[in-house]
Nanobody, 121 residues
Framework: QVQLVESGGGLVQPGGSLRLSCAAS???????????MGWYRQAPGKERELVAL??????????DSVKGRFTISHISTDNAKATVYLQMNNLEPGDTAVYYC?????????WGQGTQVTVSS
């Protein structure tokens, strides 16, 4: 089992920045088997979409709408905890959504509870 805790959402003006964090915890055998951690988002009336993901091999992948503005960190692992950060710059009103952390690995596919990001003046 893996538990995910997200933080860092909030209200920001267009052009501003936010940094989201996701901490995965559980038994050490589940944590070391994580293959990728990433962020997805869902706006009202829209489907959930990929924002960014980071793999255990060090590669990253981004949704087209955030390329050049968002940066995801490599997965940092320490004992029975893994952490990933999402730096979001030059935010736009279209980035308003609930952001969900996701991990995929040998122990399964897990989702966080979500954190709200609102971009508005």
């Amino acid at each position: 089992q893996v538990q995910l805790v997200e933080s860092g959402g909030g209200l920001v003006q267009p052009g501003g920045s936010l940094r989201l964090s996701c901490a995965a915890s559980g038994n050490i055998f589940s944590i070391v088997r994580i293959n990728r951690m990433g962020w997805y988002r869902q706006a009202p009336g829209k489907e959930r979409e990929l924002v960014a993901l980071s793999t255990s091999s060090g590669s990253t992948n981004y949704g087209d709408s955030v390329k050049g503005r968002f940066t995801i960190s490599h997965i940092s692992t320490d004992n029975a905890k893994a952490t990933v950060y999402l730096q979001m710059n030059n935010l736009e009103p279209g980035d308003t959504a609930v952001y969900y952390c996701n991990t995929v690995g040998g122990s399964g596919n897990y989702w966080g509870q979500g954190t709200q990001v609102t971009v508005s003046s």
